[in-house]
C-alpha cells in the first residue's frame, strides 16, 4: 500500500534583469563609457517608481558590478509555482523595464538590450551583463547539487541563452560576446561537499590544484551575489542579458525546473556525476565562441544508468553531439518538473520549438534563441535593430512579453512551427499513471494472471491492455528489458500509440547513448518476414509495398516499411510519409529511424524506418466505430 508520496515543489528565486545605456543622438561622446556611466549613476542615485509585485514588494534598480553602464531590475525573491504568479511578475517586469526606458530618456540617455553597438568594430566595454538568476536552497547537501548540475548543463545553458554582440551594422547568430570578453569568470568546479567542516578543505584544494581562489567566481556562485542582497543563495550567473522579458521568464522557468530536480536527487539520497573538468571546459569554450554550432564531447554513460560516483570508474570513450542536442536533452531530463509548475506550452515554446524544428538536418532558417532573432532581423532589415528603434520596443510592455522567437518561426513556417507546437502541448500535458509488471498485491517480478496466461488485464473502462498509455521515454525502458516478449513489445507499442500525438521516436533515441539506441531499434524492429523494403517514397496507401505491410501488421501485429535512398532522396521519402495521413484500418505509424550515413562507397545515404502498428481486437471496433460516424 501506499505508505508516503513526495512530490518536490518550487523554493524562492529572484531575477535581476539586465539593460544596458547610451548617450542621445546629440551628444558628442553618446557611446563614451564616460558619458554612459554618468547617465547610468544619476538614475541610481535618484531611481525611478518601479511596479509592485504581487507579494507586495516593489521591484528595485541595482548597479552591476563592473559594468558601470548597465543596471539592474530586481524582482526580489518570488515563487513562480503556477501560470498564475508568472504572469503577474512578467506583467510587473514588463512594467518596469518601460518606465526605467522612460525615466532613461529623461535623464538624457536611451535604454538598449545588453550587447547592442553601433558599429562592428565599437568596443562594448561597460555594457555588457547578465540576466541574474538567484536560487534559495535549503541546505549543504541542496547547494551541493545545484551547484555541481548546473555545472553539468552549463555548456549547454551557455549556447542556449548566449547573447552575441547586435546593431546596424552587425548582428552574429553565434556565441556570448560577454563571457568571451570576462577575465573574472571561469568554468564552475566539482564541489564535493559545503558542508561547514569540509569547506574550508575544499577551498584550499581548489586553491592548490585548480588556482582557484575564490569560489565566487565560478559561472555558478555557490555563495550568493553580495550586490543583490542575496548572500547564502546560489547565484547563476552564465545566463547573458535578454532583449525580452519573455526570453528571460523562460530561462527562469528552467532554473526551477532543474532546482526542483536538484530536490528530488537529495531526498533519493543521490549525487552529480563528476564530468572531468577538462572535457568541461572543452565544452564551455566552444559554446561560449560558436553558440548552438557548438559541438561537444560527451561522455558515454553506464548501461546500468543511476547517479555515477565523483571519482568513480569512467568509460575511456567519448561521443560528439551538437550543442542543439545536448540542450534537448537537458530539456527533455527537466520535462516532469515543467509539468509539475504547470506550464503552458507558450512558456516553453522559445526554447523547445527551434530546436525541435532544427532536429532534422535538412531542417534550417528557424530561429532558436535570442542570437538567431537579431541575426534574422538583421539580415531582413538593418533599422530594425537602431538604438531608436529597440528603445520604442523597451517603452512597450506588450513588446517586452511577446515572444518574438515563436512569432518569427511562425512567419517561417506556420504548419511546421504549429505542429511542434501540439508536440510541445503533449509533452507538458500531464504524465498518465502507468502501471508496472506486477501484482495486485504489489508484489515486484510476479505477472498479473491473466498477463501469464497471454490475455490483457482488463482495464476500468473494459478495454483491455496491461497499459492505459506509455510515454516514449517509458516505452523504451520498458522493452530495453531482456524478457520481452514480441507479444509484449507489440502491446507496448499499442500503449504509446494510444497516448502519443505524434508518434516519432526518432527524438527519444537521439537523446540516448548511440549503442544503446542500436540495441534499442533492433528490439522494436519485427522478425524479418515483416519487414518491407521500399525504393521509392510513397504516395498512397494503395500501393503495393504499403499493402503488403499493412497485411502482415493486420496477420502479426507488426511491420517494418524500410528505406535505404541516396540522401538527396531521403526528404523526399519523408515528406510522402506526412502527405499519406493514417493508415487505414486503425493501424498506427511509427517513425523509429531517419538518419544519414557513409556507405561502402563513400557516398552519403539515408535511411528511414516506420513501425506499423495494428490495434488490439477491442481497439480495432472502436477505430472501425469512429471511422464509420
Not at 195 to 210: I, M, T, W
Not at 477 to 502: K, M, N
Request: glycine share 8%; proline share 6%; net charge positive.
Amino acid at each position: 500500500m501506499l505508505v508516503t508520496l513526495y512530490r518536490s515543489g518550487p523554493l524562492r528565486q529572484r531575477l535581476a534583469k539586465g539593460y544596458t545605456v547610451i548617450g542621445r543622438s546629440r551628444d558628442r561622446d553618446r557611446y563614451g563609457l564616460e558619458t554612459r556611466a554618468a547617465i547610468t549613476a544619476r538614475l541610481l542615485a535618484k531611481p525611478p517608481r518601479l511596479p509592485v509585485l504581487p507579494t507586495g514588494v516593489p521591484l528595485t534598480l541595482r548597479p552591476v558590478p563592473r559594468a558601470a553602464a548597465a543596471v539592474w531590475i530586481d524582482t526580489g525573491q518570488v515563487v513562480l509555482h503556477d501560470q498564475a504568479m508568472r504572469r503577474a511578475v512578467a506583467g510587473a517586469l514588463a512594467e518596469a523595464v518601460a518606465v526605467l526606458a522612460g525615466e532613461t530618456q529623461k535623464a538624457g540617455g536611451v535604454l538598449v538590450p545588453s550587447g547592442w553597438v553601433p558599429g562592428g568594430g565599437d568596443d562594448p566595454a561597460g555594457g555588457l551583463c547578465a540576466d541574474l538568476h538567484s536560487l534559495e536552497v535549503v541546505s549543504d547537501v541542496q547547494r551541493e547539487l545545484l551547484c555541481n548540475l548546473v555545472r553539468e548543463y552549463s555548456p549547454s545553458l551557455i549556447s542556449l541563452t548566449a547573447r552575441q554582440l547586435h546593431g546596424p551594422a552587425y548582428a552574429s547568430a553565434r556565441g556570448s560576446a560577454r563571457l568571451s570578453r570576462a577575465t573574472d569568470q571561469v568554468a564552475t568546479r566539482y564541489i564535493a561537499s559545503f558542508s561547514p567542516q569540509h569547506l574550508d578543505r575544499v577551498r584550499a584544494g581548489l586553491k592548490r590544484n585548480e588556482r582557484l581562489a575564490r569560489l565566487e567566481a565560478m559561472d555558478v556562485n555557490p555563495l550568493g551575489e553580495a550586490g543583490l542582497a542575496a548572500e547564502g543563495d546560489v547565484a547563476l550567473r552564465l545566463f547573458d542579458a535578454q532583449m525580452s522579458v519573455s526570453s528571460a521568464m523562460t530561462h527562469a522557468l528552467v532554473v526551477q525546473a532543474i532546482a526542483m530536480r536538484v530536490r528530488d536527487l537529495e531526498r533519493a539520497g543521490q549525487r552529480v556525476r563528476s564530468v572531468p573538468q577538462p572535457v568541461l571546459e572543452r565544452n564551455r569554450s566552444r559554446a561560449i565562441a560558436h553558440g548552438l554550432a557548438a559541438q561537444f564531447d560527451v561522455e558515454q554513460r553506464s548501461s546500468a544508468g543511476g547517479a555515477a560516483k565523483p571519482n568513480g570508474a569512467r568509460t575511456s570513450t567519448t561521443t560528439t553531439v551538437t550543442a542543439g542536442q545536448a540542450a534537448s536533452a537537458m530539456l527533455a531530463e527537466l520535462l516532469p518538473y515543467f509539468r509539475q509548475l504547470d506550464t503552458h506550452p507558450h512558456e516553453l515554446s522559445q526554447i523547445f520549438l527551434g530546436l525541435e524544428l532544427t532536429a532534422d538536418a535538412s531542417s534550417d532558417g528557424f530561429v532558436r534563441n535570442e542570437n538567431d532573432l537579431l541575426a534574422r532581423w538583421h539580415e531582413q532589415d538593418t533599422g530594425l535593430l537602431a538604438a531608436d528603434r529597440l528603445a520604442q520596443g523597451l517603452r512597450s510592455p506588450e513588446w517586452l512579453i511577446k515572444d518574438h522567437v515563436s512569432a518569427a518561426n511562425l512567419e517561417r513556417a506556420a504548419g511546421s512551427t504549429s505542429a511542434a507546437r501540439v508536440w510541445l502541448a503533449g509533452q507538458l500535458a500531464p504524465a498518465r499513471a502507468v502501471p508496472d509488471r506486477q501484482n495486485a498485491t504489489g508484489t515486484p517480478g510476479q505477472r498479473r494472471p491473466a498477463a501469464a496466461a497471454g490475455r490483457s488485464a482488463p482495464r476500468s473502462d473494459g478495454r483491455r491492455g496491461p497499459h492505459a498509455g506509455l510515454s516514449a521515454d517509458r516505452l523504451l525502458d520498458l522493452v530495453a528489458g531482456a524478457d520481452r516478449t514480441p507479444a509484449e513489445i507489440v502491446e507496448a507499442l499499442r500503449a504509446y500509440c494510444r497516448s502519443a500525438t505524434e508518434a516519432d521516436l526518432t527524438r527519444p533515441l537521439r537523446q540516448r547513448d548511440r549503442e544503446e539506441a542500436k540495441a534499442l531499434r533492433r528490439v522494436l524492429r519485427p522478425r524479418r518476414a515483416q519487414q518491407v523494403s521500399c525504393d521509392t517514397p510513397l504516395s498512397s496507401w494503395d500501393e503495393p509495398a504499403a499493402g503488403r505491410a499493412l497485411n502482415s501488421a493486420g496477420e502479426s501485429g507488426l511491420a517494418l516499411l524500410h528505406w535505404d535512398v541516396s540522401e538527396a532522396d531521403r526528404p523526399r521519402v519523408r515528406a510522402g510519409l506526412r502527405t499519406l495521413g493514417r493508415p487505414p484500418g486503425g493501424v498506427r505509424s511509427v517513425l523509429l529511424t531517419d538518419t544519414t550515413y557513409t556507405g561502402k562507397a563513400k557516398e552519403r545515404r539515408g535511411t528511414v524506418e516506420l513501425l506499423l502498428v495494428a490495434p488490439a481486437g477491442d481497439d480495432r471496433t472502436d477505430a472501425t466505430e469512429e471511422a464509420t460516424r
